[in-house]
């Protein structure tokens, strides 16, 4: 339940960066209240919270009673709908609250103690209401007609309706979707092996710096060293770092093979032609979406091998490498910000979305609905969690004063926002979007904030440390998730083909695939072998296809963000009204509503004529220096 909750951002596949100085080490108690978020919000204790989950636990039991009745009529059909969205409104607060205090701190005992209890309520609820898809698949199309014109209230529900007739195919015997229920009992271990091993447990080495310091190389201080302006600093944690993972290697392979062979047995359990058609048909996306993502990337890989020798030119490097890629391009000049100058920032740039959009990102900053600064033992990265629709979403950063850490926070609250507004809107049924359009949102705002930057900064050297954070967004949100996604979508296929997905099998893999997108045997970017293992460092590889939405998402919100902002009539209103529909469509259907086809390649093609004028503008811009 969690994945399915959780709107995770970009930060964290590579990591959001860490508090500046000491506070990188800081035990959370020492951080000051108004940073952290309040958790109480959702209850006002933990025992508030456990005798909440005991009560549900009871109710829970009342599904039993609903089997044979469904198809009987449609006052009954309402009754069991009803009956679930109440429960798993209040189970999804449950479960937010759990995690959000897990998060906090994975090394607490009782923290994870709460989720494993929400895991076995959710397995064994499940296995409760198993006779429900088949029931339900089993009524005649013409009886749930005649149900939705006799109740009214029924209208809510006729989407998922709708959905049940769609997916019939893939739903199974009463006994064998029992069977699948008891399968959470086991299924989710590798995930939850590695969030505990990566984020917690696994060891890191001791560096020695240029110049004599010692650095425990944690994903922390790799993330700060990793945009380090001493290149010598760079090569060296770059090397210990990849070399750590790969001591590893064999370890993170079984938990990434476990996975992977969970969402294959799932999709041929299910009768679905692959893991790839059972991550797309529920929410009606065509598998084509996904194949025409991966196959234009490659066809403009060129464009990304621009950026990258734009990047070694502005460095004044001979060679580009894989260790360069996050360093500062513009020498002596860094974009920092307090948090406090970021939230004014961030909130001169949503101006264009209105006052309501401005006055409740202004209330959440107000009102602790965001966990700013890392803390020992703190999960890493970023994202929104809007799982709780009567009380509000809530973000986790690991703040660090850099420009994309104010740019990851207008990210994860334009998912935040998405969550607000849907929940809003909504009946609890359709409040809940899907992935395909989650990152639509976040990375709307990011366009909003790049604009508004661009116009703000007059000081040459400035602009182009600004756009070039522009290009790494293209970089890191269009070529980078699209390569995680033909990793993913390779890694699949080789285990459907009967591969053994060791992690030296995974390595080499990933490897390949990184070469030719920094274009490595033309030159462009130097790859070190070890960096082959980088994949052990990205969670959303246990997520099941969900990756590649990042850059679908980003490619359709440069679309709409453009339509905003060039003022164009109804523009604001049709991204408003998308925001605040939920799941009450399909997502392609919603984005065609809003403003762009994502079943059409001009999308893709505007966005790669966008970074293509970014890199224009750079290099008049070099010329005039």
């Known amino acids: 339940m969690k994945k399915q909750m959780l709107s995770f951002s970009m930060a964290a596949l590579m990591l959001a960066g860490v508090a500046t100085g000491a506070s990188a080490q800081k035990e959370r108690s020492e951080i000051a209240d108004k940073y952290k978020w309040n958790v109480y919000d959702l209850y006002n204790s933990d025992e508030a919270w456990s005798n909440r989950k005991a009560e549900l636990t009871r109710e829970s039991e009342k599904i039993v009673s609903f089997k044979g009745t469904l198809g009987s009529s449609a006052q009954n059909l309402l009754k069991y709908l009803q009956f679930n969205d109440n429960l798993m409104k209040e189970a999804s607060r449950l479960s937010l609250y759990a995690s959000l205090k897990a998060d906090s701190d994975l090394r607490d005992a009782d923290n994870q103690a709460r989720q494993k209890e929400l895991n076995q309520f959710f397995v064994e609820y499940s296995q409760k209401a198993s006779f429900v898809s088949p029931e339900l698949a089993a009524i005649p199309k013409e009886t749930i007609d005649k149900f939705l014109s006799e109740e009214p209230a029924l209208a809510t529900y006729k989407m998922g309706l709708e959905r049940i007739y769609r997916m019939k195919e893939h739903t199974l015997s009463p006994a064998e979707e029992a069977l699948m229920a008891k399968t959470g009992l086991i299924t989710g271990t590798a995930s939850n092996v590695y969030e505990v091993f990566s984020d917690a447990e696994m060891p890191w080495p001791t560096i020695t710096l240029s110049d004599g310091s010692q650095v425990e190389l944690t994903k922390q201080a790799f993330a700060m060293l990793r945009s380090s302006s001493n290149r010598a600093d760079r090569e060296i944690a ?6 750590q993972y790969k001591k590893f290697e064999g370890t993170f392979g079984e938990m990434l093979n476990g996975e ?49 020798e734009l990047k070694k030119r502005m460095m004044g490097l001979d060679q580009l490498k894989y260790s360069d890629i996050y360093a500062s391009t513009v020498k002596g000049v860094e974009l920092k910000y307090s948090y406090e100058e970021a939230q004014a920032l961030i909130l001169e740039s949503l101006k264009p979305l209105g006052k309501e959009y401005s006055d409740v990102v202004a209330h959440s900053f107000k009102n602790r609905w965001i966990d700013i600064y890392p803390n020992k033992g703190k999960r890493s990265g970023a994202y929104s969690n809007g799982a709780a629709y009567d009380v509000h979403p809530y973000i986790l950063m690991n703040y660090n004063e850099q420009y994309n850490d104010v740019s990851t926070l207008t990210h994860e609250l334009g998912h935040t926002m998405h969550s607000y507004f849907s929940n809003k809107t909504q009946p609890y049924a359709t409040s809940r979007y899907v992935t395909f359009v989650a990152e639509v949102a976040s990375t709307f705002n ?42 993913e979508l390779k890694i699949h296929e080789a285990s459907e083909a009967g591969v053994p997905l060791t992690g030296k099998v995974l390595s080499k893999m990933y490897y390949d695939i990184a070469k030719k997108y920094y274009g490595h045997d033309k030159g462009v970017c130097i790859v070190d072998e070890n960096v082959g293992a980088e994949w052990a460092y990205i969670p959303h590889f246990y997520m099941n296809f969900y990756v590649y939405q990042y850059s679908t998402s980003f490619v359709a919100s440069q679309a709409l963000a453009s339509k905003v902002l060039a003022g164009e009539k109804g523009a604001k209103e049709r991204y408003m009204k998308f925001i605040s529909a939920g799941g009450s469509d399909y997502p392609i259907n919603l984005l065609k509503d809003a403003g762009v086809d994502m079943t059409s390649p001009e999308p893709f093609k505007a966005t790669i004529a966008a970074m293509n004028k970014i890199m224009d503008e750079i290099e008049l811009l070099l010329k005039k220096k």
């Open 260 to 308: 992977i062979k969970e969402h294959v047995f799932r999709a041929k359990a299910r009768n679905y032609t692959s893991a790839l058609d059972a991550a797309t048909k529920p929410n009606n996306i065509p598998m084509e979406v996904y194949h025409s993502l991966v196959e234009n990337v490659n066809a403009n890989l060129p464009t990304f091998h621009r950026y990258l």
């Open 446 to 487: 990011e366009a909003l904030l790049n604009d508004m930057m661009q116009k703000k900064i007059k000081d040459k050297e400035q602009k182009l440390a600004l756009l070039m954070s522009m290009l790494d967004g293209f970089k890191g949100t269009l070529f980078r998730q699209t390569q995680f996604a033909e990793y």
């Open 238 to 243: 770059f090397q210990a770092f990849w070399d």
